[in-house]
């Protein structure tokens, strides 16, 4: 079984930059989607980015043309850059992992296997 480990979360303020990495250890055969998901207090968890093994990406409208989503499939590691970071970003961010032999991605929860722990990210303004 995958383990995820979110980082580089932190507090900014409005219109700073912040760079969330994803690493994957464990059982870690590739997996076709990889995405980063957001909670915030008293909200439902949101889609906020896929990419698939060929780079392919989606975002959601909310994050378009400011977050950056990547991966590195040698390091088995997810990225997310964050630019002109607003007050309504603030959330958990969680890194998810499409089932082994996927061929399919969307920013459906129910088409994650495996969730990291979060990473606190914290806008000012």
């Known amino acids: 079984q995958v383990q995820l480990a979110e980082s580089g979360g932190g507090s900014v303020q409005s219109g700073g930059s912040l760079r969330l990495s994803c690493a994957a250890s464990?059982?870690?055969?590739?997996?076709?989607?990889m995405a980063w998901f957001r909670q915030a207090p008293g909200k439902e968890r949101e889609g906020v980015a896929y990419v698939t093994t060929y780079d392919t990406t989606m975002y959601a409208d909310s994050v378009k043309g400011r977050f950056t989503i990547s991966r590195d499939n040698a390091k088995n590691s997810l990225y997310l850059q964050m630019s002109r970071l607003q007050p309504e970003d603030t959330a958990m961010y969680y890194c998810?992992?499409?089932?082994?032999?996927?061929?399919?991605?969307?920013?459906?929860?129910?088409?994650?296997?495996?969730w990291g722990q979060g990473t606190q990210v914290t806008v000012s303004s």
């Open positions: 998810a992992a499409g089932p082994i032999g996927g061929t399919e991605c969307s920013l459906r929860e129910m088409s994650f296997a495996d």
């Open positions: 464990g059982y870690t055969p590739m997996r076709y989607c």
